[in-house]
């Protein structure tokens, strides 16, 4: 693809993380399956990622099973591999770095936010070529947060001034995430993994059409945002 006129010694591959069960949302088929539109979401986030002309690979973690359906679905180009994930979201991203031994910057991008504007992929890369090595896209938190204990008391209300909600994609020198994810180790996003090497990571101004498909209700707003989006078309 090399969409960004990338050097062999500049390459950006976008890491997809698909081989999740989608035990939220409660679907026939994993969710990165689940059509939004009559496209499966691992399709959507793909398409996202070629549109932001910004990655020069892609490579999808998918289901065992599920290697064959995700080849058939997803576009027909060289710069677009399948390899098999792992039974935590760690284990996939590992899975897609050890794919990747040429990438200079590594983008790691959720089937689940199948909705991303390709705008905030190329906002992510652009700053890792800037020199960050790490970038995550940010959102102000809009409900009041609470710490609770295990029987439900509140044990405290952070400012809510001072948090955010991450999204991906989320970008990194590759050498860092290497690095982030060379110990045996689990964590909820990427961006955690490497805050545990003492790296910065820098945020930027996220985009609520990033969130994340998890629940029922998700599907329905990404279902109707999507009809918006062909009805504007047409
Ligand atoms: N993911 C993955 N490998 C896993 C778990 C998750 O590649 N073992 C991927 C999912 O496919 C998804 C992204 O990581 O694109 C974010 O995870 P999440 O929203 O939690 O998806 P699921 O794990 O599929 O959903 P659930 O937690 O409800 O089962
Ligand atoms: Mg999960």
Known sequence: MTVNGSDSDDLVVALVPAAGRGVRLGGAAPKAFVAVGGTPMVRLAVDGLIASGAVDRIIVMVPPEFVSSAVALLPETNSVDVVVGGAERTDSVRAGIAAAPEAAYFLVHDAARALTPP??????AAELRAGRPAVVPALPV???????????AVTGT?????LRAIQTPQGFAAELLRSAYATDTNATDDAGLVERLGARVHTIP????????TTPLDLRLAHA????RTAGLA
């Not at 705008?119 to 992510?124: E, F, G």
């Not at 809009?142 to 439900?152: A, C, L, P």
């Open 119 to 124: 705008d905030l992929i190329a906002r992510v």
């Open 142 to 152: 809009v409900d009041t947060i609470k710490s609770v204990d295990e029987f439900g």
């Open 158 to 162: 952070p400012d809510r001034s001072g």
């Open 206 to 213: 996220g985009d609520p059409m990033a969130f994340k498909i």
């Open 225 to 228: 945002l999507l009809d918006e």
